[in-house]
């Protein structure tokens, strides 16, 4: 079978060893996850296999000579062309023919001679040239980007570039996918797309760095661990499985370290015991077999970051209300004709890219108006907002300068501690923000929320609700989370110590994201922008689906508050689905 052969010592950037000790064969059906914390080295080693990094001390073998596609490696060459023409593109041979066809019956019109016309139709068969017109269009429809295709390149957005990108990767069908953050930047119709295109479209093998944890179960049969500078670990299982096998090796490694260490000290207090004497030639005796004991590593612990969310216990039971309500900046985006926020509550907002989800969240926190009905705000109501673009963050100053223009002039050494805490080095406060990683910024932003600075409270100047308006309150606590695509960025590990902050917050929490994985885990209720208007399913991503497959009321709860499903399904689905579906949920329901 055609494969990869790689064998990587090490690979140095500034004199530091980034990756090293690789040495594994990648076969071209192999389905893999790459994984691992910010700054391990995943997108380093991505880019070695594709051959855009060559200066490293090992070697990689391609044993077939497989075609690889690289997600980073499609640059737009011409940004007047449309963007049908730049998929099209991805079937160069195809191209190539078309140009000869054309040429060849100029060429039988003047000389009668057809062969070359006929072998050129012939291979132009073979390769699908009579059909690859409308698999351009079915990836581009699958993607979100057919409403685009007559655009030239040079009018499309940042996001529609990485899905144009990635589609016309996909069209060009290498023999191997490298794939470093797919779904960064696509909505998450688009997310489910690409996914279902990878299990049951695609023929051959990938490898996909991505924090989308949901999508990594379902498209990933094989997870390989980078450890830097200390290889890789492979486990033959989904990103799930990976997780719970990490979690037994490190009990079993601890386990032994505990029970080595035990040992190792018994031995020194026996040999001091008997060291003088008339057993000294036993003591020396056991002093040379200590030192000939392979010393079990202690696994050296990572440092979770620990999100903090200071709650106001005060807060009032009904904080939002919105009725008969239009949400757009100049024109109606979709309507709301009943929607609550109650204490304790866990909404997420979900649906495509554009449809005015940020919309809502700007609304809600008083920074655009309703084009037109009822949208209160309590005025006990404290806001606790994070933005994925970090427009509160001054990348031109110091992560220390950061916090005193957030109303924080701490000392250093308090800036530093608090940063220490959200996986930053003591001595970082004094890094240029605009120097960080997004995940790094995201964290640096956490850190400052942890403050309670950025806490908001609604304020009315008069009786006239169009006066009210949100003002920062330093001294307040918050009883609302407003989260916009708080994962991004973030790594495995440090999202799932955020999913346990949330859940441990007694407050409401509000939020975007495209992070099934985290939605399934936190989510109570779900408003979707869907045709226009806003609609509300009770439960989780999971009950969502699985209500829509089957022609269910979305406002129906598939379980009540103990996980007991309920008793209404029972007759609409019968007594054995239903029993099923208690058995797959019921227990997940119960654990959260």
């Given at each position: 079978?055609?494969?990869?052969?790689?064998?990587?010592?090490?690979?140095?950037?500034?004199?530091?060893i980034i990756i090293g000790d690789i040495h594994m064969i990648i076969n071209q059906t192999d389905r893999l996850a790459l994984i691992g914390p910010n700054g391990v080295g995943k997108s380093t080693l991505m880019r070695i296999i594709s051959g855009e990094i060559s200066e490293y001390d090992g070697s990689i073998e391609n044993i077939g000579g497989m075609t690889l596609g690289y997600l980073e490696q499609i640059h737009f060459m011409d940004e007047s062309i449309t963007i049908r023409?730049?998929?099209?593109?991805?079937?160069?041979?195809?191209?190539?023919?078309?140009?000869?066809?054309?040429?060849?019956?100029?060429?039988?019109?003047?000389?009668?001679?057809?062969?070359?016309?006929?072998?050129?139709?012939?291979?132009?068969?073979?390769?699908?040239?009579?059909?690859?017109?409308?698999?351009?269009?079915?990836?581009?429809?699958?993607?979100?980007?057919?409403?685009?295709?007559?655009?030239?390149?040079?009018?499309?957005?940042?996001?529609?570039?990485?899905?144009?990108?990635?589609?016309?990767?996909?069209?060009?069908?290498?023999?191997?996918?490298?794939?470093?953050?797919?779904?960064?930047?696509?909505?998450?119709?688009?997310?489910?797309?690409?996914?279902?295109?990878?299990?049951?479209?695609?023929?051959?093998?990938?490898?996909?760095?991505?924090?989308?944890?949901?999508?990594?179960?379902?498209?990933?049969?094989?997870?390989?661990?980078?450890?830097?500078?200390?290889?890789?670990?492979?486990?033959?299982?989904?990103?799930?499985?990976?997780?719970?096998?990490?979690?037994?090796?490190?009990?079993?490694?601890?386990?032994?370290?505990?029970?080595?260490?035990?040992?190792?000290?018994?031995?020194?207090?026996?040999?001091?015991?008997?060291?003088?004497?008339?057993?000294?030639?036993?003591?020396?005796?056991?002093?040379?077999?200590?030192?000939?004991?392979?010393?079990?590593?202690?696994?050296?612990?990572?440092?979770?970051?620990?999100?903090?969310?200071?709650?106001?216990?005060?807060?009032?039971?009904?904080?939002?209300?919105?009725?008969?309500?239009?949400?757009?900046?100049?024109?109606?985006?979709?309507?709301?004709?009943?929607?609550?926020?109650?204490?304790?509550?866990?909404?997420?907002?979900?649906?495509?890219?554009?449809?005015?989800?940020?919309?809502?969240?700007?609304?809600?926190?008083?920074?655009?108006?309703?084009?037109?009905?009822?949208?209160?705000?309590?005025?006990?109501?404290?806001?606790?907002?994070?933005?994925?673009?970090?427009?509160?963050?001054?990348?031109?100053?110091?992560?220390?300068?950061?916090?005193?223009?957030?109303?924080?002039?701490?000392?250093?050494?308090?800036?530093?501690?608090?940063?220490?805490?959200?996986?930053?080095?003591?001595?970082?406060?004094?890094?240029?923000?605009?120097?960080?990683?997004?995940?790094?910024?995201?964290?640096?932003?956490?850190?400052?929320?942890?403050?309670?600075?950025?806490?908001?409270?609604?304020?009315?100047?008069?009786?006239?609700?169009?006066?009210?308006?949100?003002?920062?309150?330093?001294?307040?606590?918050?009883?609302?989370?407003?989260?916009?695509?708080?994962?991004?960025?973030?790594?495995?590990?440090?999202?799932?110590?955020?999913?346990?902050?949330?859940?441990?917050?007694?407050?409401?929490?509000?939020?975007?994201?495209?992070?099934?994985?985290?939605?399934?885990?936190?989510?109570?209720?779900?408003?979707?922008?869907?045709?226009?208007?806003?609609?509300?399913?009770?439960?989780?991503?999971?009950?969502?689906?699985?209500?829509?497959?089957?022609?269910?009321?979305?406002?129906?709860?598939?379980?009540?508050?103990?996980?007991?499903?309920?008793?209404?399904?029972?007759?609409?689905?019968?007594?054995?689905?239903?029993?099923?579906?208690?058995?797959?949920?019921?227990?997940?329901?119960?654990?959260?």
């Amino acid at each position: 079978m055609n494969h990869l052969n790689i064998n990587i010592n090490t690979y140095e950037r500034d004199g530091d060893i980034i990756i090293g000790d690789i040495h594994m064969i990648i076969n071209q059906t192999d389905r893999l996850a790459l994984i691992g914390p910010n700054g391990v080295g995943k997108s380093t080693l991505m880019r070695i296999i594709s051959g855009e990094i060559s200066e490293y001390d090992g070697s990689i073998e391609n044993i077939g000579g497989m075609t690889l596609g690289y997600l980073e490696q499609i640059h737009f060459m011409d940004e007047s062309i449309t963007i049908r023409d730049e998929l099209r593109d991805a079937f160069a041979e195809i191209r190539q023919l078309e140009r000869i066809i054309a040429v060849e019956e100029e060429k039988m019109g003047e000389t009668g001679e057809f062969e070359a016309y006929t072998d050129a139709i012939d291979r132009y068969k073979i390769l699908g040239g009579y059909t690859y017109e409308n698999e351009v269009e079915r990836v581009a429809r699958g993607i979100g980007i057919f409403d685009l295709l007559e655009k030239p390149l040079s009018n499309v957005s940042g996001g529609e570039r990485t899905k144009i990108a990635l589609a016309k990767i996909l069209l060009s069908r290498p023999d191997f996918l490298l794939l470093d953050e797919p779904t960064n930047f696509i909505d998450l119709v688009s997310v489910e797309w690409l996914e279902h295109y990878l299990e049951h479209t695609w023929k051959w093998g990938y490898i996909i760095v991505s924090h989308d944890r949901e999508f990594l179960d379902r498209t990933c049969s094989i997870t390989l661990e980078v450890l830097g500078k200390d290889g890789i670990n492979t486990y033959h299982g989904d990103y799930s499985y990976s997780v719970e096998e990490r979690k037994k090796v490190s009990y079993i490694q601890d386990k032994r370290y505990e029970e080595q260490q035990i040992h190792i000290e018994s031995e020194k207090k026996l040999i001091n015991r008997f060291r003088a004497g008339s057993r000294s030639g036993f003591a020396k005796s056991r002093e040379r077999q200590l030192e000939k004991v392979e010393i079990i590593e202690k696994i050296e612990t990572r440092i979770w970051v620990n999100f903090i969310f200071s709650y106001d216990k005060h807060g009032p039971e009904t904080l939002i209300k919105i009725e008969d309500t239009f949400i757009g900046r100049h024109e109606p985006l979709f309507f709301i004709k009943s929607a609550i926020l109650s204490r304790w509550d866990r909404v997420w907002i979900v649906w495509e890219n554009w449809v005015g989800k940020s919309t809502l969240i700007k609304t809600i926190l008083g920074q655009m108006k309703p084009l037109e009905g009822y949208l209160s705000i309590h005025e006990n109501a404290r806001i606790l907002y994070f933005s994925q673009l970090h427009e509160t963050l001054d990348t031109s100053v110091s992560i220390y300068d950061n916090f005193a223009r957030h109303g924080l002039p701490y000392s250093r050494e308090r800036v530093g501690s608090i940063i220490s805490t959200y996986g930053f080095e003591f001595a970082d406060y004094t890094k240029i923000v605009g120097n960080l990683s997004g995940g790094e910024r995201s964290r640096l932003l956490f850190a400052i929320l942890s403050q309670n600075t950025l806490a908001w409270k609604y304020t009315k100047k008069t009786n006239n609700p169009e006066d009210e308006y949100l003002i920062p309150e330093s001294s307040s606590l918050s009883n609302v989370l407003v989260f916009d695509e708080p994962t991004n960025h973030l790594d495995a590990d440090t999202r799932e110590s955020l999913e346990r902050s949330i859940r441990q917050y007694p407050g409401t929490v509000l939020f975007i994201s495209h992070d099934r994985y985290f939605v399934n885990k936190l989510a109570e209720r779900l408003w979707i922008i869907e045709d226009g208007e806003l609609i509300i399913s009770y439960g989780n991503y999971e009950d969502y689906r699985y209500k829509r497959e089957r022609g269910i009321d979305l406002d129906m709860s598939l379980f009540n508050v103990d996980g007991e499903m309920d008793l209404v399904l029972e007759e609409k689905l019968g007594v054995v689905e239903a029993r099923r579906i208690k058995e797959k949920f019921a227990r997940r329901k119960l654990k959260k």
